[in-house]
């Protein structure tokens, strides 16, 4: 199989216990209904546990955020999904399954550093690669396949580009080229990891269309997400990660100043007036210091 991204299978452990899926029968405590429901997870990259104790149920047909710091063990959490980075312990599903028996149902958009973009291959093929699943891998891609996959980067506005090696796209490109190439899959779940990085402004409203676009059809998207100004704006749910999961749950319920301190320690000011308006109407101010990041956007009431 081609992949484009990497995997950190060097230091991958047995897990724990009962590996899910062993028994076919699943752990008692996953919903069979959630798309991505996740018990007791833990994974560590040689030894050294990243993600800790994770326990998720992740809604159908909801816009989820995951968030937190650089180095919180956002792209470990996904990748611990997909099977690419080393589970130390705990129990994936994916509707009621192991990933393995539902990888048709899962789309993934790597966070663009861990793509090798010098892979000799077109957008168009990127594209295309995202049907193989109901394709079946060993069959050459078929003129369907392209005609579809060429429909769907119409629709993310890269048509034009559909014959250019991919590391001679621009980031919002090679972003979108991704973007297009889960949408091609046609699944139910969708992994993103920083699909608004490295996009202009139109592009990213792009994206959020696209975003409504899915949850409309009852697909489910967890997304990984760095600007906190647009959290209440683009999620009805949000994650919020710091090696453990400090919160989860509605974004009005979850997204609030006390957790965003837990999540960020000390790196992060909310300026306290401004954070007072979060929870009732207009504008708030965000202060990342250590990253030295400044935002200004909508309130989750507003
Ligand atoms: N393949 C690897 N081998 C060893 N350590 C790793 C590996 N990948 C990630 N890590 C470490 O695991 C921790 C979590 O990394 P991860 O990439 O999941 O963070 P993240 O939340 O996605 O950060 P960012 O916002 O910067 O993308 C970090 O301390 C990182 O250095
Ligand atoms: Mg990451």
């Avoid at 590996?19 to 994974?43: F, K, N, R, Y």
């Avoid at 063990?73 to 393995?100: F, H, W």
């Avoid at 997400?225 to 683009?234: P, S």
């Amino acid at each position: 199989m081609i992949r484009l991204f990497n995997i950190d299978r060097a230091t991958q452990t047995t897990p724990r216990g009962r590996a899910d899926g062993e028994d076919g029968l699943g752990h008692p405590e996953h919903s069979p209904t959630s798309p991505l429901s996740i018990h007791d997870l833990t994974v560590a990259y040689h030894r050294k546990p990243v993600v800790w104790d994770v326990d998720l149920e992740i809604p159908e047909g909801k816009l989820v955020g995951l968030i937190g710091p650089n180095g919180a063990g956002k792209s470990t959490l996904i990748k611990a999904c997909l099977e690419l980075a080393p589970k130390a312990s705990g129990l994936i599903q994916v509707y009621g399954q192991p990933y393995r028996k539902q990888r048709s149902l899962v789309g993934y958009v790597p966070q663009r550093e861990s793509v090798d973009w010098d892979f000799p291959v077109s957008a168009l093929d990127v594209v295309a690669m995202g049907g193989y699943h109901r394709l079946g891998w060993f069959r050459p891609v078929n003129k369907r396949c392209r005609s579809e996959a060429m429909q769907v980067l119409e629709r993310v506005g890269l048509a034009d580009y559909a014959g250019r090696q991919i590391s001679q796209l621009s980031g919002g490109q090679q972003q979108r080229i991704f973007l297009a190439r889960a949408l091609a899959q046609n699944a139910k779940l969708y992994l993103m990891d920083e699909p608004f990085a490295a996009v202009d402004a139109g592009t990213e409203r792009a994206i959020v269309e696209l975003l409504h676009d899915l949850k409309s059809r009852g697909k489910t998207c967890l997304v990984v997400h760095h600007d906190l100004a647009t959290v209440a704006e683009y999620f009805d749910w949000v994650v919020l990660l710091n090696m453990r999961v400090v919160d989860a749950g509605p974004t009005r319920a979850v997204f609030h100043q006390e957790n965003l301190r837990k999540t960020y320690g000390g790196k992060l000011t909310v300026l306290s007036a401004a954070a007072e308006a979060v929870q009732h109407a207009g504008e708030w101010l965000v202060r990342v210091a250590g990253n030295a990041w400044f935002f200004a956007g909508a309130s989750p009431g507003a």
